[in-house]
């Protein structure tokens, strides 16, 4: 192809030279364009700016209230209703442990009985860290410590002593009870349980562990966040908080009547209630209401709606920037581009029809050298199908037969041959390295190489093992390929049939054969070194096995059907689902059979790609076969 005079890309092309003497002039129409254009923008990102905000603010709230406020109350019950459950299993542990229940029988008298129990109680105080464990008859009405000290004689006519008379009227299992000791300046939780029936108990224990240690956990909930924790019960009395000195004071004293009314208020329902208000200061705070499941108290967490949304100033500071920024930016280049560039619109056109120029050219130039590799790729596929067996010699030797040759390109590395010998016939289906003209190149290797072993002696051929074997020797030598460090390791797969009046021999390298008859489908797999590989040994040795051949349908396929991905969940077609269609398929002729194989793949295939070559031989059997001499072989 003769070069033009002049290409787009030369220092001397005309269009350089007028580019180059392009002179800008100050355009004050423009001018005002630009700054018209620059407000829009300006007012644009600031209304733009604004809305982003607000929603933002509005959904960080909508998300505290519905989620994160709920979390964190969840999070918080669940570490309290632990330590309460846990204090109830131990208390129910000990109303049901046998040494008790025979030193009540004995009228606590038996001090053997009392000296194990009284340690297991003290290990509760010791190594449980709970505050006390207690015992207290009701035949007796004697309250015995942890210690096995003798404390107090219950009486109906001390209102101190009213809780245990209570609990043994109560028929509960076990039940909860919070004390706040005014002296003590902390809360104290005690498990009432009950010894024997229900209805009528023998005896009354548990446990009392004291709450500081709840009560510096929750302080740690805070982390300077401006949250407030509370532990209260149904009037408003606090029983824990995050800090000491509110425990033991009334709700009331603490927060905002507003808040006070919604939480405690003549609406209260012992639900979760989230809720919103403002304090003395006009400050705007959030709040969760969380009933336990322990016990019938309720947890607060208060967070102070400023803190939630602070990280939004640090967005809006930074949005202000980032506009600021922007606009500057943008005034300034338009005004540039304003001054520097007369008659914009002009000098696009110019350079956009430059391009085209460019483009023109470099597509025809792929154009030309993409005709001549598909042109050399289309007579490398004629070439290949010339070594392939036509129909016409395929009907002269088999009985009933039909081919799927279906390269993954123009031309691939399948391939199938037959070969006349005597009144039997070698067929052979084969996968070669590789796809497109690499795999092609293989294909005549390896036709070429069973034409010349089967040519030079006659003997082998009626023995299809030895022909692989020959074969891998034969690759192995061309391709230099008995040395583990050479340049290549490429080789095939193969599966042979040897099929004459009375038998079909077959013979694999990595193939499979696939039988069906009046019995049903029969598979014989091949055997498992692939043809003129490095790692198959020269002297490998291939197994033929010998079938009936009356009757019959025979199938040879490469892996590329197996390997084709599609279908609802793009996994491969797979050997199962191959087998299963040759079966379904069976009673049709062969001819119909290779419209339903290809219609069945193209299906599964959908819109997927093929992935590798593809091919598919099979043919029938019956008790003669045309003996028609000099048809069918590639010579």
């Given at each position: 192809m003769t070069r033009p005079a002049r290409m787009p890309g030369d220092n001397a092309s005309p269009l350089n030279d007028s580019v180059s003497s392009f002179k800008p002039e100050?355009?004050?129409g423009v001018t005002k364009v630009m700054i018209l254009a620059s407000a829009l923008i300006v007012f644009s990102m600031l209304l733009i700016g604004t809305f982003v905000y607000q929603f933002t603010e509005r959904e960080v709230v909508k998300k505290l209230k519905s989620k994160d406020l709920v979390t964190m109350a969840e999070a918080i019950s669940l570490k309290v209703d632990a330590r309460i459950d846990k204090a109830v299993e131990t208390s129910l542990s000990l109303a049901h442990d046998p040494i008790l229940l025979e030193w009540l029988a004995s009228g606590e008298q038996d001090e053997k009985l009392a000296k194990m129990l009284f340690e297991k109680t003290g290990y509760y105080t010791k190594e449980r860290n709970y505050s006390t464990a207690f015992i207290v008859s009701e035949q007796t009405l004697q309250y015995w410590d942890q210690n096995g000290g003798l404390v107090d004689q219950m009486s109906m006519n001390d209102p101190d002593d009213k809780w245990f008379f209570d609990s043994l009227a109560s028929g509960h299992a076990a039940a909860v009870n919070f004390d706040y000791n005014k002296e003590l300046g902390d809360t104290?939780?005690?498990?009432?349980?009950?010894?024997?029936?229900?209805?009528?108990?023998?005896?009354?224990?548990?446990?009392?562990?004291?709450?500081?240690?709840?009560?510096d956990d929750?302080?740690?909930?805070?982390?300077?966040?401006?949250?407030?924790?509370?532990?209260?019960?149904?009037?408003?009395?606090?029983y824990l908080s995050d800090a000491y000195e509110d425990n033991g004071k009334n709700l009331r004293d603490i927060i905002a009547e507003s808040g006070y009314r919604q939480v405690l208020g003549d609406a209260y329902e012992d639900q979760v209630q989230v809720i919103e208000y403002k304090d003395q200061t006009g400050k705007r705070l959030d709040l969760i209401s969380y009933p336990l499941l322990s016990t019938d108290l309720n947890l607060l967490v208060e967070i102070e709606r400023q803190e939630t949304i602070a990280f939004l100033q640090t967005i809006k500071w930074n949005t202000v920037l980032a506009v600021s920024i922007s606009i500057l930016a943008i005034v300034f280049f338009f005004f540039y581009i304003s001054r520097k560039l007369a008659n914009p619109y002009k000098r696009t056109l110019e350079l956009n029809q430059h391009l085209e120029e460019q483009v023109v050219l470099r597509t025809k130039e792929l154009s030309e050298r993409n005709q001549d590799i598909l042109d050399s790729i289309n007579y490398a596929k004629l070439l290949q199908q010339s070594v392939l067996p036509t129909d016409i010699q395929l009907q002269k030797q088999l009985e009933e037969h039909f081919v799927i040759w279906r390269p993954r390109d123009v031309?691939?590395?399948?391939?199938?041959?037959m070969k006349k010998i005597g009144d039997q016939t070698l067929i052979a289906v084969g996968d070669?390295?590789?796809?497109?003209v690499p795999g092609a190149f293989m294909t005549l290797l390896a036709v070429s190489a069973l034409n010349r072993?089967?040519?030079?002696?006659?003997?082998?051929?009626?023995?299809?093992?030895?022909?692989?074997?020959?074969?891998?020797?034969l690759l192995k030598e061309t391709l230099h390929q008995e040395d583990q460090k050479g340049i290549t390791d490429d080789g095939l797969d193969l599966g042979l049939c040897l099929v004459g009046k009375d038998q079909v021999v077959f013979a694999g390298a990595a193939c499979s054969l696939y039988r069906l008859d009046d019995e049903g489908l029969h598979i014989w797999k091949g055997d498992r070194k692939s043809i003129g590989y490095r790692r198959t040994p020269e002297d490998?040795?291939?197994?033929?096995?010998?079938?009936?051949?009356?009757?019959?349908?025979?199938y040879m396929t490469t892996d590329g059907f197996y390997d084709q991905n599609g279908g609802d969940r793009d996994y491969s077609f797979n050997k199962n689902r191959f087998a299963e269609m040759?079966?379904?398929y069976g009673s049709h002729s062969l001819e119909e059979q290779r419209e339903l194989f290809v219609k069945e793949l193209e299906t599964y295939m959908g819109g997927e790609r093929q992935r590798d070559d593809i091919t598919v031989v099979s043919f029938r059997t019956s008790q003669s076969f045309k003996n028609e001499q000099n048809g069918g072989g590639l010579s």
């Open positions: 100050f355009d004050k104290f939780a005690f498990v009432n349980t009950l010894v024997g029936s229900l209805s009528s108990p023998s005896a009354v224990v548990g446990v009392g562990m004291n709450l500081h240690k709840l009560s929750f302080a740690a909930y805070k982390d300077g966040r401006g949250i407030n924790l509370w532990l209260i019960d149904k009037q408003g009395m606090i031309v691939g590395g399948d391939f199938y041959w070669c390295t590789g796809h497109g072993i089967v040519d030079k002696d006659h003997g082998i051929a009626e023995d299809p093992a030895s022909i692989l074997g020959q074969l891998n020797r490998y040795s291939y197994t033929n096995h010998m079938l009936p051949a009356a009757g019959a349908k025979y040759i079966v379904r």
